[in-house]
Every structure is written in C-alpha cells, then in structure tokens.
C-alpha cells in the first residue's frame, strides 16, 4: 500500500509517469526533479504520510530508495 | 483581524513580542508563543488564556539551537499540523567597539539575531507552504539599516535579517508566501532602559517625533503585515521609528 502510495505522491509531484518511477530514479537525474519540484514532493510526502521530515533528511532524500529510507525513520514501512 | 490564523512568535516572553503576542491574541489568533525559559512562556501563557478566549500553545526552546529548533516544530507540527503567521522576533543586543569585540560576543549574536532565523525558517516555510499561503515577519533594527557606533555586530546581525528578508520575499513569493521586517527605531523595552541617561537624552533628541516609541505601536505593524490588509507587501523594511536619525 505504501510502495502505491509512494510513486503517487512522486507522480503527482514531479508531473512524470508512474511507470518511469524506480528505487533507482534519482534527484536531478531528469528534468522534471529539480530543487524547486524537490520542495514540492517533500511538501507532498509530508502530507500523504502525516510526517515533518528533518533539514538534513530533505538533503539527502537522493533517490526514491533513498526516500523510502527516510521515511522508514518514522516507521513506514515499504 | 487574525480569526482562524495560528501565530509562531519567537522570543515572545518581553518587549516587542510580547506585545505581539497581545496584540495578535486580541485580534483573534491561535498563539505558539516561545521562549528559553519554561517558567516564562507559562506565565504568559497564563495570561493570554486569562485575558482572551483563545488557543495558546507553548513552545520552550532556544532558537538558536537547531536541534531544539527542530524538535520545537516536530511538536508544533502534531499540535496544529499549519502554521499561517511566523515573527522572528527573539535577538541580543551586545554594545562592543571593534578594538574590544570578543569572540563570545560575535558568535552568541550571530547565533541569535542570524543563524536562528535560518533554522526556524527551513521549518516554518515548509508549514506554510502547505497552505500556500503565510506571513514572515522578521524583526531587523534600524540599526541594521543605517548602522550604528559601538554597535557593529548588532547592526551586522540586523542587516543580515534585511538579506534574509528580501531573498526569501522572492523564493517564497510562488508559494504565496510574503516575507516582511520591521526596523524599529528606540524602542521602549528592556534592551533600551539599560542605558545611561545621557545616551537615552542623546538617543531622544535624535528622534524627530521627541519620543521613544513602543513595543505596542511595533506591534501594530506586525498585525498590518500579518494580516491581509498587506496581501499586495513582500520583500519590505518597514521602519517604525519616529523619524529617528542615525
């Protein structure tokens, strides 16, 4: 549910397709994940899971792995 | 003028916000008011809820701390889930000349008067841009504005705020995010009785209204700049100084 959910919100945000949206997918890798879209998806991903994510951790959310990881800090599991 | 909006004012335990924090409480705000020491930001608390009908909620801890920052809007966060107003109102004030500026001195007011506003900034512009919309409102100095002898770590804390200020009223402006100062001049307040009489007179006399201001009439503009009768202002230094020259 949380793997549907995630690729949503990184959907929804960055305007790209669910299909290209992969652990291995990374920040600044395509266009449409810039830092201004970076702000957006974190905006979202705080949203959806009801969450307040860390400075540092907004840094290094690199990839959609890394975000998975970030988030399972605050006990969301994928 | 502020019914459904909820208010972070830092510093909000003396002078400047602690009249903010009455004014907005009279206006109808939710209040998160701040401060370093729990006894006082109860105390207020006490009085707010006594005095007006509305949510107060205490938030202790030392903004230019970035750990009990971030900690401070975690909590904040589960109670309110927004933010709509900030004030970065919480500084130091330390007189040096240059010749005899210390290390502590340099650091403790940068630590305060800057780097802080960054930390409750990275968090604050987060809350707020989820309602795509909010207020900032940043408290430099006149001082930071036109500088000031035997006060130029305040001053250069303060100009720094102006900095802050006008980039931010750009990179948040999409979010519809205004991003505002007030530069008080002399203003009535514990910072200010601590000076000799002869300073004070000399600070009077530079004042082309022949009086300090107060805490109150700061206040008024934070309530103009917090609420939508400012919806059209960003990126502005407000002075509230009497025709103060420095």
Redesign the interface.
């Known amino acids: 549910m949380n793997n549907k959910k995630i690729v949503e919100i990184f959907s929804k945000s960055l305007g790209i397709s669910e299909e290209i949206i992969c652990d291995s997918l990374e920040y600044n890798s395509i266009p449409e994940w810039d830092s201004i879209a970076h ?1 957006t998806l ?2 979202e991903l ?2 959806g899971f009801d969450i ?1 994510l ?2 540092d951790d907004i840094i290094e959310m690199s990839s959609v792995s890394k975000a998975k990881d970030i988030l399972g800090k605050h006990n969301i599991s994928f | 003028m502020l019914k459904n909006k909820i208010a972070l004012i830092t510093g909000s335990t003396r002078g400047i916000g602690r009249a903010i924090a009455f004014n907005f409480a009279q206006n109808g705000a939710t209040l998160i008011i701040n401060g370093k020491s729990v006894d006082k930001v109860k105390q207020l608390s006490k009085e707010l809820k006594n005095k007006f009908e509305i949510d107060v909620h205490e938030a202790v801890f030392d903004v230019s701390n970035y750990d009990e920052v ?1 900690n401070g ?2 909590a904040i ?1 589960k109670i309110t889930k927004k933010l709509d107003i900030v004030i970065n109102n919480a500084g130091i004030l330390e007189s040096s000349l240059i010749g005899m500026l210390s290390k502590d001195n340099l650091k403790n007011t940068y630590a305060t008067n800057v780097d802080a506003i960054y930390y409750i900034l ?2 604050a512009s ?1 809350l707020l ?2 309602n795509n919309s909010g207020s900032i409102i940043n408290l430099t100095s006149i001082m930071g504005t036109n500088g000031c002898e035997g006060q130029s770590v305040y001053s250069g804390s303060k100009a720094a705020v102006v900095g802050i200020t006008k980039s931010l009223a750009k990179e948040l402006a999409d979010k519809n995010i205004r991003v505002n100062a007030i530069a008080p001049g002399f203003i009535d307040t514990d910072m200010t009785k601590n000076l000799d009489a002869k300073s004070f007179d000399m600070r009077i006399n530079s004042i082309k209204m022949g009086r300090a201001g107060t805490a109150e009439e700061v206040a008024n503009t934070a309530l103009f700049l917090a609420s939508d009768l400012s919806e059209y202002v960003t990126g502005q230094i407000i002075g509230v100084d009497g025709g103060m020259l420095l």
């Open positions: 702000m974190i905006s705080e949203d307040m860390d400075t | 971030k809007f975690k966060y990275q968090y987060r841009a989820r």
